[in-house]
C-alpha cells in the first residue's frame, strides 16, 4: 500500500520496530515438548531464534533487505503502539527515513491461555463464545485471546512527498507512561492512562476538544474497562465517540496496539466510526458514547489508547494529512 521497496533504497535508510508480548512462545513450547519426548537431538536447530522475542523484527528485515536499525520492543499488550512510538523516535532523530513499525504475537497456547485465566482475565461466556469479548458492556466478564499482526510504514511528511506515496494519515503525537502500581492491575484512578493521553496530545498541539473518536483499549475486563472508561470521561467530557474494535478481533495481546492504531488511521482517512461488537448496555461507571453501528463521520483528530501489564500506558494521536 506504500510502495515501498526497502531494497532500492540501499537498505540502510529504512529501519524495524517490532512490538510482541510473548515473543515465540508456541515455538518455544513444541520444541520443548520435542526435548521432553524425543530427546534434544530431534530438536530443531531454528528452535532458539524462532522463540527469541526479536525474530519477527529480525525475519522482516531479512524479507524485505532492509539494513538500517531492526529490533523488538516489549510493554506487553501496549507492544504494539509502543513499537510505533520508538519509531517515530528513530524518525525525528533522523536515524531512519523510514520504519516498518507494528505489532505481532501468536500465544494460543496451554501457558497462556491458562495463565490468562487463572489470572481471571479471560471470558466464560461459553454459551456464546462469539459474544464473549464484551468492551464496556454491563455483562463483560474478560477478553477472548486471538493472533494477529499489524504494520505501519512510517516516514517524514516531505520524505513520503517527494517518493510519490499516499499519506493516509498523520501519527501527530505519542505519549508513554508507567502506573508503577502492580504487576497486572491498572492504577485504580487512571492517573498513568491519562498522563499518557495529555502528553500524546500535548505533542500533537492539540486539546482535549480536538478529538473527534478514541479508539479504545477496552479489553472486555471488568476493572480496565472501568478505569479506562473513568479517565475518557474526564479527559473528553465532550462526549466523541469511544470504540473498541476488539469485540471483532479479540484481544491480540502485543499486537493489539498496532492494529488498532491501523484501524484508526483508516478512520481517519475514510471518515468511518467503527462500531463496539456485543455492547448492549453500559456496565456501572461507563458514561461514553460506545457506536454499536458503524458512523460515518468527519475524523480529524483521534486518540487510540493502549495497555499492557506491568502499568504501561501509551496513547498515539493520529490526525488527517
Known amino acids: 500500500d506504500a510502495g515501498l521497496d526497502a531494497g532500492s533504497r540501499d537498505g540502510c535508510g529504512v529501519g524495524v520496530v517490532a512490538g510482541t508480548g510473548a515473543g515465540g512462545t508456541l515455538t518455544y513450547e513444541r520444541q520443548l515438548a520435542v526435548v521432553r519426548e524425543d530427546g534434544p537431538g530431534d530438536m530443531s536447530p531454528f528452535a532458539v531464534p524462532g522463540a527469541l522475542p526479536n525474530a519477527v ?54 501457558f497462556y491461555i491458562a495463565g490468562f485465566d487463572r489470572l481471571r482475565a479471560l471470558s466464560h461466556r461459553f454459551h456464546d463464545p462469539s459474544g464473549g469479548l464484551r468492551p464496556f458492556d454491563v455483562d463483560r466478564d474478560g477478553f477472548v485471546m486471538a493472533e494477529g499482526a ?19 494519515a498523520l501519527i501527530g503525537g505519542y505519549g508513554a507512561t508507567s502506573d508503577a502500581h502492580h504487576v497486572v492491575a491498572p492504577r485504580p484512578d487512571g492517573s498513568g492512562l491519562a498522563a499518557a493521553v495529555r502528553e500524546a496530545l500535548a505533542e500533537a498541539g492539540a486539546a482535549a476538544g480536538d478529538v473527534d473518536l478514541v479508539n479504545a483499549h477496552g479489553t472486555g475486563t471488568p476493572r480496565g474497562d472501568a478505569v479506562e472508561a473513568a479517565v475518557l470521561a474526564r479527559l473528553l467530557p465532550h462526549g466523541p465517540p469511544v470504540t473498541s474494535t476488539k469485540g471483532v478481533t479479540g484481544h491480540l495481546l502485543g499486537a493489539a496496539g498496532a492494529v488498532e492504531a491501523a484501524l484508526t488511521v483508516l478512520s481517519v482517512a475514510e471518515g468511518t466510526v467503527p462500531p463496539t461488537a456485543n455492547f448492549t448496555e453500559p456496565g456501572e461507571g461507563v458514561d461514553l458514547d460506545v457506536p454499536t453501528v458503524a458512523r460515518s463521520s468527519r475524523v480529524r483528530l483521534a486518540v487510540s489508547t493502549s495497555v499492557g501489564f506491568g502499568g504501561h500506558n501509551a496513547a498515539l494521536v493520529i490526525t488527517a494529512p
Open 57 to 110: 523484527a529480525a525475519q522482516l528485515a531479512v524479507e524485505f533487505g532492509i539494513r538500517g536499525p531492526s529490533m523488538a520492543v516489549t510493554t506487553a499488550c501496549a507492544s504494539g503502539a509502543t513499537a510505533i512510538g520508538v519509531a517515530l523516535d528513530l524518525l525525528a532523530l533522523g536515524r531512519c527515513d523510514i520504519v516498518l513499525a507494528g505489532g505481532s504475537d501468536a500465544s494460543l497456547s496451554s
Open 150 to 168: 499489524g504494520f505501519l510504514v512510517l516516514e517524514r511528511p516531505a520524505d513520503a512527498a517527494a517518493r510519490g506515496a499516499r499519506t493516509r
